[in-house]
């Protein structure tokens, strides 16, 4: 292998994934796993309830002892009213409160509510005079959809549970408006999060306060066990200033703790492969083996009000198989059957210790061991694509929370999260069985595994220490203030030599042939770059040593109660970047103010109707991949050739040349033309079409920052009685800040170390012609009809446009080209203005649960639930060569055909189908007291797309035109060339749609087909 030496070259990448395998007792390694996490020991998000009590006269009372109690808290927690008779108790672990009022010659009533994370309950109170104090229990309200400014729905396990969806924060997440999966597919069906028009790695995703989104693509790891999680809420708008680094939404998923009772439970859930109906002409044989999902709990206290523990675990060897894909026309060909899926372990241990009243300390750990079996990267023909590897993962985090006085309250917090990929790639760095082949036309890989499985492992990292302080001020003339501070300084660590193959090459070719099972690689001889298809080399010359992109935050946020009509939410927070790269090079040193304002109006002063109205700018965490990819440490270069030497396999009716014998001639040639030391350029004796040297020909100047929205909102919430609640929410946002490669005359030349010259690449932010728009309704509802009758629903209108989509399914967050050889492009027809790929018009969700029958010992229920959403908008887009209509101006390299993209349709011509699901569980529980405890006993059967529909979520999107499929004496079908400037091209003569194009390839760009799947267990 040839490898130019110079220390410049690095940079552009994929993804990479999952885990490791052991079998243990899981609660016996549950509490191991505890006892060695208690000297690192996570930000439990607490809750706050606050409210106004007054005579029956509507007189503030002054002096009111108000208690709090709940099995979730350690002991009790009491205040007084001040001279408004405003209250606040904050600090209040997620749960069911008992809120107790008393005064001298006063009712002493009893309230119940629901304390949600993050979440502030409004609780106010009437007291009336009386000479015999009468106790008064009136059972509080449990919506759990917010009625302030702040837009956040809460569900909880027992709701989750109930319904026939996976009881994980994904699923649950997806019930809230406004939250789409909408965002690139990466792992089959599951697409990822986008909230409120986002990007999907610009949410912020928490799991007992610590950040568990990953650090190239932002969907959150799977660092919970089902049983264990107490509740998720998500924040859609209206966010306060106490979260940052995000431009999407939060999410707040809250795990069980122990308590003054032992509490615990058992679960086995079985699946199996050929319960699954079969996708029509795309199953293959299906693997019948009962896959069995085992999950435990058990909390309890080591002192009572002083000491809870906190154990779980889970174990799920999800192995059954998967299937290639088949080129559109093959011959004689089907899907390839392979082993495939997670064998995985998962465990949780808290600790929470009160030594004191007031005062808490929680220590919790999470681990994950997981081996994938079968791994692969993008769409693959064939089973030599196929790897295992392993990526385990820990979560360890400690918090402290502790009243200072009856006013104020301070919160601390440590944390930090592990991920790494061991063994994740090709096995062979030779240039034969190390290097991947990519079929031009589809994208569809072949012959080695993508990345490198015997090069350095990758490390995907966070750290994070927080501080805060609120102190809570009432009056009469100015109401309630609570008021919040703090600093927040988060570490995004990721260390990675990312080889992009074994032998760091691939070859993307014309096309390929897919004959009796066998792929072929075609390419045409084209030395001067008039095809899509190249030679691609990525070598990394440099050791990356670990990025550090530190965001160090303030903030200070008022929740202020002016009178029992007006509250206002009103905030500021401060986000710095200061970013080091791979290379220890200071790459982001921005800084940005973000106000957050809001106000809700409730008329009646009785929380009949609420309206709301609020402003806020919420700035992301700046995009590893995107700081870091400047760095020559780590990254891998692109350098791409044409290919020059003899056609391979471009007559189909001749005798086929096989992948390893092709791929000798094409090295043969390369070497021959002098190899990677080749740095003519094309039309200049040499084949060179492209060169991106990370901190060489690509750089940062000054500071990369971080992309910003600033949205605006409006909603109103009406009770429904003491029966239900609705909400309406309409939120407008406006992206800014895109990251952006300008590449143009002003920006300069360099030169290589091998002394050819190179044009310059800024890598920068921008938002000259980028646009991103979003507008939702996002409506939420949930009613009780009768003791056995409960429903609720939601509904999203959205509308997502502009001319960036900012993601790809390979690379995660990428940078726009429209500044990138602005001469040799139009925006009209290379960077459309339309609907994005993350739009969906309608989303909407319904269910039902009804109680079928309840006695002691018995109990039915059945809940249906129907999903519905529209489909998302593609294009027919592909390549065009208008650098053979454009006289070069003077750059040193004029971009090859596979730089220049070409709308043939608009962006949003097309769209998948509209999917619909109808889903049914069953929820049987037997009761039965014993040890002194009820020991519940269930069994949970689910039906899920219960009509069997079969719509299609991810389409292939594959075109040709001249770049891949040229007219020629071998291919007198083939397309012609035109010229972008001045002719409109017409399909069937200069491109085409693919065989497959609109049509799903693999099982898993459909929806689930019918699928049978059941649990049982024990509750105590």
Same mark, same amino acid.
């Given at each position: 292998?040839?490898?130019?030496?110079?220390?410049?070259?690095?940079?552009?990448?994929?993804?990479?994934?999952?885990?490791?395998?052991?079998?243990?007792?899981?609660?016996?390694?549950?509490?191991?796993?505890?006892?060695?996490?208690?000297?690192?020991?996570?930000?439990?998000?607490?809750?706050?309830?606050?409210?106004?009590?007054?005579?029956? *006269?509507?007189?503030?009372?002054?002096?009111?002892?108000?208690?709090?109690?709940?099995?979730?808290?350690?002991?009790?927690?009491?205040?007084?009213?001040?001279?408004?008779?405003?209250?606040?108790?904050?600090?209040?672990?997620?749960?069911?409160?008992?809120?107790?009022?008393?005064?001298?010659?006063?009712?002493?009533?009893?309230?119940?509510?629901?304390?949600?994370?993050?979440?502030?309950?409004?609780?106010?109170?009437?007291?009336?005079?009386?000479?015999?104090?009468?106790?008064?229990?009136?059972?509080?309200?449990?919506?759990?959809?917010?009625?302030?400014?702040?837009?956040?729905?809460?569900?909880?396990?027992?709701?989750?549970?109930?319904?026939?969806?996976?009881?994980?924060?994904?699923?649950?997440?997806?019930?809230?408006?406004?939250?789409?999966?909408?965002?690139?597919?990466?792992?089959?069906?599951?697409?990822?999060?986008?909230?409120?028009?986002?990007?999907?790695?610009?949410?912020?995703?928490?799991?007992?306060?610590?950040?568990?989104?990953?650090?190239?693509?932002?969907?959150?790891?799977?660092?919970?066990?089902?049983?264990?999680?107490?509740?998720?809420?998500?924040?859609?708008?209206?966010?306060?200033?106490?979260?940052?680094?995000?431009?999407?939404?939060?999410?707040? /998923?809250?795990?069980?703790?122990?308590?003054?009772?032992?509490?615990?439970?058992?679960?086995?859930?079985?699946?199996?492969?050929?319960?699954?109906?079969?996708?029509?002409?795309?199953?293959?044989?299906?693997?019948?083996?009962?896959?069995?999902?085992?999950?435990?709990?058990?909390?309890?206290?080591?002192?009572? &009000?002083?000491?809870?523990?906190?154990?779980?675990?889970?174990?799920?060897?999800?192995?059954?198989?998967?299937?290639?894909? @088949?080129?559109?026309?093959?011959?004689?060909?089907?899907?390839?059957?392979?082993?495939?899926?997670?064998?995985?372990?998962?465990?949780?241990?808290?600790?929470?210790?009160?030594?004191?009243?007031?005062?808490?300390?929680?220590?919790?750990?999470?681990?994950?061991?997981?081996?994938?079996?079968?791994?692969?990267?993008?769409?693959?023909?064939?089973?030599?694509?196929?790897?295992?590897?392993?990526?385990?993962?820990?979560?360890?985090?400690?918090?402290?929370?502790?009243?200072?006085?009856?006013?104020?309250?301070? *919160?601390?917090?440590?944390?930090?999260?592990?991920?790494?990929?061991?063994?994740?790639?090709?096995?062979?760095?030779?240039?034969?069985?190390?290097?991947?082949?990519?079929?031009?036309?589809?994208?569809?890989?072949?012959?080695?595994?993508?990345?490198?499985?015997?090069?350095?492992?990758?490390?995907?990292?966070?750290?994070?220490?927080?501080?805060?302080?609120?102190?809570?001020?009432?009056?009469?003339?100015?109401?309630?203030?609570?008021?919040?501070?703090?600093?927040?300084? +988060?570490?995004?660590?990721?260390?990675?030599?990312?080889?992009?193959?074994?032998?760091?090459?691939?070859?993307?070719?014309? /096309?390929?042939?897919?004959?009796?099972?066998?792929?072929?690689?075609?390419?045409?001889?084209?030395?001067?770059?008039?095809?899509?298809?190249?030679?691609?080399?990525?070598?990394?010359?440099?050791?990356?040593?670990? /990025?550090?992109?530190?965001?160090?935050?303030?903030?200070?946020?008022?929740?202020?109660?002016?009178?029992?009509?007006?509250?206002?939410?009103?905030?500021?927070?401060?986000?710095?970047?200061?970013?080091?790269?791979?290379?220890?090079?200071?790459?982001?040193?921005?800084?940005?103010?973000?106000?957050?304002?809001?106000?809700?109006?409730?008329?009646?002063?009785?929380?009949?109707? @609420?309206?709301?109205?609020?402003?806020?700018?919420?700035?992301?965490?700046?995009?590893?991949?995107?700081?870091?990819?400047?760095?020559?440490?780590?990254?891998?270069?692109?350098?791409?050739?044409?290919?020059?030497?003899?056609?391979?396999?471009?007559?189909?009716?001749?005798?086929?040349?096989?992948?390893?014998?092709?791929?000798?001639?094409?090295?043969?040639?390369?070497?021959?033309?002098?190899?990677?030391?080749?740095?003519?350029?094309?039309?200049?004796?040499?084949?060179?079409?492209?060169? &991106?040297?990370?901190?060489?020909?690509?750089?940062?100047?000054?500071?990369?920052?971080?992309?910003?929205?600033?949205?605006?909102?409006?909603?109103?919430?009406?009770?429904?009685?003491?029966?239900?609640?609705?909400?309406?929410?309409?939120?407008?946002? %406006? +992206?800014?800040?895109?990251?952006?490669?300008?590449?143009?005359?002003?920006?300069?030349? @360099?030169?290589?170390?091998?002394?050819?010259?190179?044009?310059?690449?800024?890598?920068?932010?921008?938002?000259?012609?980028?646009?991103? @728009?979003?507008?939702?309704?996002?409506?939420?509802?949930?009613?009780?009809?009768?003791?056995?009758?409960?429903?609720?629903?939601?509904?999203?209108?959205?509308?997502?446009?502009?001319?960036?989509?900012?993601?790809?399914?390979?690379?995660?967050?990428?940078?726009?080209?429209?500044?990138? +050889?602005?001469?040799?492009?139009?925006?009209?027809?290379?960077?459309?203005?339309?609907?994005?790929?993350?739009?969906?018009?309608?989303?909407?969700?319904?269910?039902?649960?009804? %109680?079928?029958?309840?006695?002691?010992?018995?109990?039915?229920?059945?809940?249906?639930?129907?999903?519905?959403?529209?489909?998302?908008?593609?294009?027919?887009?592909?390549?065009?060569?208008?650098?053979?209509?454009?006289?070069?101006?003077?750059?040193?390299?004029?971009?090859?055909?596979?730089?220049?993209?070409?709308?043939?349709?608009?962006? %949003?011509?097309?769209?998948?189908?509209?999917?619909?699901?109808?889903?049914?569980?069953?929820?049987?529980?037997?009761?039965?007291?014993?040890?002194?405890?009820?020991?519940?006993?269930?069994?949970?059967?689910?039906?899920?797309?219960?009509?069997?529909?079969?719509?299609?979520?991810?389409?292939?999107?594959?075109?040709?035109?001249?770049?891949?499929?040229?007219?020629?004496?071998?291919?007198?079908?083939?397309?012609?060339?035109?010229?972008?400037?001045?002719?409109?091209?017409?399909?069937?003569?200069?491109?085409?749609?693919?065989?497959?194009?609109?049509?799903?390839?693999?099982?898993?760009?459909?929806?689930?087909?019918?699928?049978?799947?059941?649990?049982?267990?024990?509750?105590?």
């Amino acid at each position: 292998m040839l490898y130019p030496a110079s220390p410049w070259w690095g940079a552009q990448f994929e993804e990479r994934s999952p885990l490791m395998k052991s079998r243990a007792l899981v609660l016996s390694v549950g509490l191991a796993l505890l006892l060695t996490a208690l000297p690192m020991l996570a930000q439990i998000p607490t809750g706050t309830v606050s409210g106004k009590v007054t005579s029956a *006269e509507g007189e503030a009372l002054p002096g009111v002892m108000v208690t709090v109690t709940s099995p979730s808290l350690q002991g009790t927690r009491d205040t007084v009213t001040s001279e408004g008779g405003e209250y606040n108790i904050p600090l209040l672990p997620p749960g069911e409160y008992e809120v107790s009022f008393e005064l001298e010659g006063f009712s002493n009533p009893k309230r119940t509510v629901k304390v949600s994370a993050a979440q502030q309950i409004r609780l106010d109170a009437e007291l009336s005079n009386t000479a015999v104090s009468e106790e008064i229990v009136v059972t509080g309200s449990y919506e759990t959809i917010s009625t302030a400014s702040e837009a956040a729905t809460t569900y909880e396990k027992d709701f989750v549970e109930s319904l026939p969806i996976e009881r994980n924060i994904r699923e649950t997440v997806l019930l809230t408006p406004g939250v789409g999966a909408t965002g690139v597919a990466t792992d089959g069906r599951a697409r990822g999060i986008s909230i409120a028009g986002s990007q999907s790695y610009e949410n912020l995703f928490l799991v007992n306060g610590v950040a568990i989104t990953e650090n190239l693509r932002g969907q959150p790891f799977d660092l919970f066990i089902e049983d264990a999680i107490e509740e998720t809420t998500t924040t859609v708008s209206g966010v306060s200033a106490e979260f940052g680094r995000f431009s999407g939404g939060v999410v707040n /998923t809250i795990t069980k703790s122990g308590g003054n009772e032992i509490h615990g439970s058992v679960r086995a859930s079985a699946t199996n492969q050929t319960w699954e109906e079969k996708i029509p002409k795309i199953t293959g044989v299906q693997t019948d083996d009962v896959k069995e999902r085992f999950e435990a709990t058990l909390g309890g206290w080591l002192w009572k &009000d002083k000491i809870w523990y906190f154990l779980a675990g889970r174990d799920f060897e999800n192995v059954t198989s998967a299937q290639t894909a @088949v080129l559109a026309g093959a011959t004689n060909s089907s899907p390839i059957r392979f082993t495939a899926g997670p064998d995985q372990q998962r465990y949780e241990g808290k600790l929470t210790l009160s030594p004191f009243q007031g005062h808490r300390l929680i220590g919790s750990y999470i681990s994950i061991e997981q081996e994938d079996i079968g791994n692969r990267f993008g769409t693959i023909l064939d089973t030599n694509s196929v790897v295992n590897r392993k990526t385990p993962q820990e979560l360890m985090a400690l918090n402290y929370t502790g009243v200072l006085t009856e006013n104020f309250f301070v *919160e601390a917090q440590y944390s930090e999260r592990k991920f790494t990929f061991e063994g994740s790639g090709s096995r062979f760095t030779d240039l034969i069985n190390g290097t991947l082949m990519v079929d031009g036309v589809t994208g569809f890989r072949w012959w080695s595994p993508t990345f490198c499985g015997v090069c350095t492992d990758e490390e995907r990292n966070n750290e994070n220490i927080l501080a805060k302080g609120s102190w809570f001020l009432s009056s009469a003339s100015t109401g309630s203030h609570d008021l919040s501070f703090g600093a927040d300084s +988060y570490d995004d660590q990721r260390l990675a030599n990312n080889h992009q193959s074994g032998s760091d090459f691939r070859i993307i070719t014309r /096309t390929a042939i897919q004959r009796d099972g066998v792929v072929y690689p075609v390419l045409s001889s084209d030395p001067t770059a008039l095809l899509n298809q190249f030679i691609q080399f990525n070598p990394i010359l440099q050791e990356a040593t670990t /990025t550090r992109f530190k965001t160090n935050s303030l903030y200070i946020n008022d929740k202020w109660r002016l009178n029992d009509n007006w509250s206002f939410n009103i905030g500021l927070r401060y986000d710095a970047n200061d970013g080091e790269d791979s290379a220890g090079r200071k790459v982001a040193d921005d800084s940005r103010i973000s106000p957050r304002l809001s106000a809700a109006w409730d008329p009646k002063a009785n929380g009949d109707w @609420v309206f709301s109205f609020s402003y806020g700018e919420y700035v992301a965490a700046i995009a590893n991949s995107q700081a870091n990819s400047t760095s020559a440490a780590g990254n891998p270069a692109q350098l791409r050739w044409a290919y020059g030497g003899p056609s391979i396999n471009t007559d189909p009716n001749a005798p086929l040349i096989s992948t390893d014998a092709a791929l000798r001639q094409i090295f043969d040639w390369f070497n021959s033309v002098g190899g990677a030391n080749n740095t003519n350029a094309v039309g200049r004796g040499g084949f060179l079409t492209s060169v &991106d040297i990370p901190g060489g020909t690509t750089v940062i100047r000054g500071s990369l920052d971080s992309p910003f929205v600033r949205e605006y909102s409006v909603g109103a919430a009406k009770r429904l009685g003491n029966r239900g609640i609705a909400r309406a929410d309409y939120v407008h946002r %406006d +992206y800014r800040d895109f990251y952006s490669s300008r590449l143009d005359l002003s920006t300069g030349q @360099v030169t290589t170390p091998t002394g050819g010259r190179s044009d310059l690449t800024i890598l920068e932010n921008s938002n000259d012609g980028l646009e991103r @728009v979003y507008d939702g309704l996002h409506t939420q509802l949930q009613y009780r009809f009768s003791d056995k009758l409960s429903g609720g629903a939601v509904y999203t209108w959205s509308h997502l446009r502009g001319t960036f989509d900012g993601e790809t399914a390979a690379s995660g967050p990428v940078s726009a080209l429209i500044d990138s +050889y602005p001469e040799y492009k139009e925006a009209r027809w290379n960077n459309p203005r339309g609907d994005l790929l993350l739009d969906q018009r309608h989303r909407a969700s319904v269910w039902l649960v009804y %109680d079928l029958f309840r006695t002691s010992h018995h109990s039915l229920n059945v809940s249906l639930l129907q999903t519905y959403g529209s489909g998302i908008p593609y294009g027919a887009v592909n390549r065009v060569n208008s650098r053979a209509f454009v006289t070069n101006p003077g750059y040193a390299l004029t971009p090859p055909a596979a730089q220049i993209n070409y709308y043939y349709t608009n962006r %949003d011509a097309f769209r998948t189908d509209d999917i619909t699901a109808t889903n049914l569980t069953f929820n049987y529980a037997f009761n039965v007291p014993a040890f002194g405890k009820d020991i519940e006993l269930y069994l949970q059967p689910e039906i899920l797309n219960v009509f069997n529909e079969h719509g299609v979520i991810n389409v292939n999107t594959a075109v040709q035109d001249a770049t891949n499929s040229p007219r020629s004496a071998t291919n007198p079908n083939g397309l012609l060339p035109f010229n972008p400037f001045t002719e409109t091209p017409v399909e069937g003569i200069h491109w085409r749609r693919g065989g497959s194009f609109g049509k799903g390839v693999i099982e898993t760009d459909y929806q689930t087909p019918r699928t049978f799947r059941f649990s049982l267990g024990v509750r105590f």
